[in-house]
Structure formats: structure tokens, C-alpha cells
């Protein structure tokens, strides 16, 4: 059938691997955000910030509602939030969360990933000076929606910084942040206005960049590779350029 086929089917495949990754991510903070607060996004505020993620990424809405009911179950195995810190090849500072039911088996492999590729695991909080944790919301930029006015009225909700970028097939979307402890007011403020959040994160944004060589750069990205690919993790930070 030709190169072209073969292309199109491997991109196919990277694909359904990545939406693979995201639904199972998204069924553990769905199920942590119903052991912390029931079962009813309508009074639960972290519930109902992981169902609009779940949607920004098309998991099905049964997946989701599964997800939900599972975890609403009495004997549902419940998630420890944990996070890792070190420095992985050329010292490029690399940041994990993870959620987990068995900490050894997490903090066991990450450790071996840092170590195999020549970096290391280093302390709880070793690199609170490089990644700043911030409230990131993201939605849709449409022709209706004056930026320039909503910029105003959201400094109300602890408004940093407001910006328009493209997502990966090129729409644009309005990225609204605010400081870690503002995620709620921020939250609650778009949904006043009626605004409909695609996603809505807690990120870690660099305060540093590291600039590396193409081969350097593989290097690390070869480690961050290997991270993602475990079931425990839930993001991986880094600062390169």
C-alpha cells in the first residue's frame, strides 16, 4: 500500500496511544477528585474541572461516567498525589507528578529512569526556585469574545496573564492565568460569565531556560519519553528552550 499508508497509520497509532495515556490519567484525577468530594461535579469543584478536561480530549462521556461510578464504590482503590524532583542528562532540571497505589513501586522507577540516563533523583522541593505552580484556563477564542474587555473582567479573579495562542490543529484559544491559590476565584468567575473552559490546570511554569544542543536536547527528551510512558505519571516539567 505504499510509504504514504504506512505514514498515515503510524501517526494513527502515536495517536491512539496519546488519547490512551490521557483517558487513563484523567480516570485517576477523576477518581481522587470523588474520594476527595463525592461523587456530583456540581459540588465538587475538582471533579468538575477533571470532567471538562476529560471533554477537552474527547474521552467518552460513558468512560467518564464510569470513572465516577468506580470510584464512588466502597471498596475503590484510592491514589496518592506525590511529586519527583532531579536533574536528568546535561543537568536539565526535569519535575514529575505522579499519582500512585504503591509509592515504592513509583519512586523506584523513577529513580531508575534519572539513573539510566545519567541524572539523578534529587530532594522534595530541590527545585521549587525553577518551576512556579500557576492556574492555567483554556478556551476557545471565538469572533463573539472581546478580549480586551474579558481582560478586565477577570483581574477580579486574581488575573496574571491573559493571551491568545493556537492549539495543535491551529484554532485559537485564549489562555487566561492566575497564581496557584487563585484556581478557585478564577474558576468560579468564568463560569459566571457564562465562559465554557476547555481545560483548566494546575501547572508548573519554568522561572529558567536551559538552551542545549540538538543532541543534548534527545537526550532529554529520551528521559521524558520514558517518564510519560509510566502508568504512575501524570505530567513531566521541564526547562528547555
Same mark, same amino acid.
Given at each position: ?71 464512588? %464504590?466502597?471498596?475503590?482503590? !484510592?491514589? @496518592? =498525589?506525590?511529586?519527583? +524532583? ?7 532540571? &526535569? ?57 478586565? %473582567?477577570?483581574?477580579?479573579? !486574581?488575573? @496574571? =496573564?491573559?493571551?491568545? +495562542? ?7 484559544? &485564549? ?67
Amino acid at each position: 500500500m505504499g510509504r504514504a499508508f504506512e505514514f498515515r497509520k503510524e501517526r494513527k497509532f502515536k495517536r491512539w496511544a496519546k488519547m490512551a495515556v490521557q483517558f487513563t490519567r484523567l480516570g485517576k484525577e477523576i477518581a481522587i477528585a470523588v474520594k476527595e468530594g463525592g461523587p456530583h461535579p456540581e459540588n465538587n469543584s475538582r471533579l468538575r474541572t477533571a470532567v471538562q478536561n476529560a471533554k477537552a480530549v474527547n474521552m467518552p462521556k460513558d468512560r467518564v461516567e464510569a470513572a465516577i461510578k468506580r470510584a464512588s %464504590e466502597k471498596d475503590a482503590k !484510592g491514589y @496518592e =498525589e506525590y511529586v519527583y +524532583e532531579g536533574y536528568g542528562p546535561h543537568g536539565v532540571p &526535569v519535575l514529575i507528578e505522579t499519582a500512585t497505589d504503591n509509592t515504592n513501586r513509583t519512586v523506584a522507577n523513577i529513580r531508575s529512569y534519572f539513573t539510566k540516563s545519567g541524572g539523578s533523583l534529587g530532594k522534595t522541593g530541590s527545585l521549587d526556585f525553577i518551576f512556579q505552580r500557576k492556574s492555567i484556563f483554556r478556551f476557545p477564542a471565538t469572533e463573539e469574545l472581546d478580549v480586551e474587555e474579558l481582560e478586565l %473582567e477577570l483581574i477580579d479573579g !486574581g488575573l @496574571e =496573564e491573559l493571551y491568545v +495562542e493556537a492549539d495543535e490543529e491551529g484554532n485559537d484559544v &485564549v489562555v487566561v492565568q492566575t497564581s496557584f491559590e487563585d484556581f478557585g476565584n478564577m474558576q468560579r468567575l468564568l463560569e459566571e460569565k457564562g465562559i465554557e473552559v476547555s481545560s483548566a490546570k494546575l501547572e508548573r511554569i519554568s522561572l529558567s531556560h536551559s538552551t542545549l544542543s540538538e543532541e543534548q536536547a534527545a537526550d532529554v527528551l529520551k528521559l521524558i519519553d520514558k517518564i510519560e510512558e509510566d502508568d504512575d505519571v501524570q505530567a513531566v516539567y521541564h526547562n528547555m528552550d
